[in-house]
């Protein structure tokens, strides 16, 4: 965990006080809306169909118990007993009233939680591996490089008015599980031939309306140059990003139709002016954030699969440790994964009793740290391999053991039209009736690895472009269709997905997506080819087939 100072307190209390000052102003009408606008979205707020909403950050993903306690809290206090995990590591709360909003975030600053450029034309909350720091295959923790950029991004003064909102991730691992490649930048660390640490930097990725995936512009930048190097490209994006048109103004575009090699010389002659100037990160400066980051104090136990040979006589148990479970760089702990994913249950809710009892959980079993990742799930890092018997009954009891990690119930959706004012139809719903028909764990492990990404509109905050079943509800005449693609991902390797055919209605998309399903049954060569596998094997038109001869 990272622990705030003065200065980042200081500034939190300030940033709360001011706005404050601004909603007062709103509700005596001194302010228009349209005044109002520009000042609540750098404070994180939105104005949805029904009310405002409030983005609440979670920097890198990373969040204490105390902090998780808070959040619940503010759900309880101040909405409807539940908040909404995000594919951006950040957590929505969908009902805040506007003069209890200063209230609420000065309540969240009390923990060290703030909104600061969760919405508007900034850097974005930098997102990561939600395994950052516990993932046996990385190189190093990349939640250090990532509180950096945070700390050099916020209220920024050149980037606090881009052309438009930008997002970075970074990973570590070897696996991508942090979706770099549909960033506006995503650093990939490395080492070197020559055992150097260093970055893979990629640009211009990105979904909504046109999507890309992001193009390598620098294969291998010394971990020194990162601060300078990701300056010379905001910049160059600040000065070229278009303005004039909000659907063109995205990097992604800028990337696109100057070509990645011309925007790659326009960065690389930026950059040769500042790289040896105040942002060359020396080691001083890295170990000065890295001393401030706390890690458990682990006990000195070993792998010892035998200590949890009776416990797996309780099938329940079994396929929960096989699906949930993952290995931990430290022997003789495990990264657990607590799917928000229930049967029914909008993904990526969570209520405000679930998040105490996450909270307690993770004091009793992971050192005080819970994960939030990308695929609107939640992790207890560092959790003893011996105590996964107790946790899981504890989870269990709380209807948080759900065991289809990957698995085709594990959605990722956005809140749709039944939250948010720019969707065309509703994610949520289709999201529900989708987990009721694949509800049968037993039958979700029989087809392995297979994600449904489902967004309301063409802004893609499902990220339905990279879902191995990619679900986009479209507007024809006033009803809602659903566009299905196939064959996205969102790893390494990622990929957009193909269109299947025509749009099809809302009453009709289950029903697609279990004939896709059942084709995938009839084309997978043996039992352990992924779905996604299949896909890149016989493409798309075996599958047009089979569910068009299903209608």
């Keep these: 965990m990272y622990t705030y100072d003065d200065f980042d307190r200081t500034l939190v209390a300030e940033r709360v006080a001011e706005f404050r000052d601004q909603v007062a102003r709103r509700l005596s009408g001194e302010l228009t809306e349209e005044e109002f606008k520009p000042l609540r979205l750098m404070n994180g707020v939105y104005l949805q169909l029904h009310a405002y909403m409030l983005r609440v950050a979670i920097p890198y993903g990373t969040i204490s118990s105390n902090q998780m306690r808070k959040l619940a809290h503010v759900a309880r206090r101040y909405d409807r007993g539940y908040g909404h995990f995000t594919t951006r590591q950040n957590i929505q709360f969908n009902w805040i009233k506007l003069h209890e909003l200063p209230d609420a975030l000065a309540d969240l600053a009390e923990a060290g939680i703030h909104a600061m450029q969760t919405s508007g034309n900034v850097v974005r909350n930098i997102t990561t591996d939600q395994w950052a720091g516990v993932a046996p295959d990385e190189i190093e923790d990349p939640r250090i490089y990532a509180e950096i950029l945070r700390q050099h991004s916020t209220l920024h003064p050149e980037f606090s008015f881009l052309p438009r909102k930008f997002k970075i991730a970074i990973t570590a691992a070897a696996h991508d599980r942090a979706a770099v490649k549909v960033h506006d930048i995503g650093l990939r660390l490395h080492r070197n031939a020559a055992g150097e ?118 099938r329940r ?37 679930e998040m105490d009892a996450i909270a307690s959980l993770a004091d009793r079993h992971s050192f005080g740290e819970i994960r939030v990742g990308h695929e609107q799930n939640l992790v207890l890092p560092h959790v003893a391999q011996r105590d996964l018997p107790e946790l899981w009954r504890a989870l269990d009891a709380a209807g948080l053991a759900t065991p289809n990690i990957g698995l085709v119930s594990d959605i990722i959706a956005c809140p749709g039209l039944d939250y948010c004012s720019l969707a065309n139809a509703r994610s949520i719903p289709v999201a529900q009736e989708l987990t009721q028909r694949f509800s049968d764990h037993e039958q979700a492990r029989e087809l392995g690895r297979l994600h449904i990404n489902i967004s309301g509109c063409i802004n893609a905050c499902g990220h339905h472009h990279v879902g191995h079943i990619g679900i986009l509800g479209v507007e024809k005449n006033g009803e809602e269709f659903y566009q299905i693609t196939l064959g996205g991902q969102a790893d390494e390797n990622a990929a957009l997905g193909t269109l299947l055919g025509p749009a099809v209605p809302y009453a009709q998309v289950a029903d697609t997506v279990e004939d896709v399903v059942k084709a995938y049954l009839e084309l997978r060569e043996r039992p352990d080819e992924i779905f996604l596998d299949t896909v890149k094997r016989v493409g798309i038109e075996p599958f047009k087939e089979r569910v068009h001869a299903a209608e």
């Design 317 to 353: 148990f079994n396929a929960w440790l096989e699906n949930s479970v993952a290995n931990h760089k430290m022997p003789g702990y495990a990264i657990v994964t607590i799917s928000l994913k229930r049967v029914g249950a909008p993904p990526g809710d969570a209520t405000a009793d």
């Design 197 to 314: 640490v260093g970055f893979e930097v990629i640009v211009g990725g990105g979904l909504g309306r046109t999507p890309f995936i992001g193009k390598s512009i620098k294969p291998f930048l010394p971990a020194r140059d990162f601060l300078s190097y990701i300056e010379a490209i905001l910049r160059v994006y600040n000065q070229y990003g278009r303005r004039d048109n909000i659907y063109k103004a995205r990097i992604k575009i800028l990337v696109h139709e100057l070509g990645a090699e011309k925007f790659a010389q326009e960065v690389e002659a930026e950059w040769r002016a500042i790289k040896d100037g105040q942002l060359a990160l020396d080691r001083a400066a890295f170990a000065d954030i890295a001393a401030r980051f706390t890690y458990p104090n682990y006990l000195a136990l070993q792998d010892s699969p035998s200590e949890l040979a009776g416990a797996r006589k309780d």
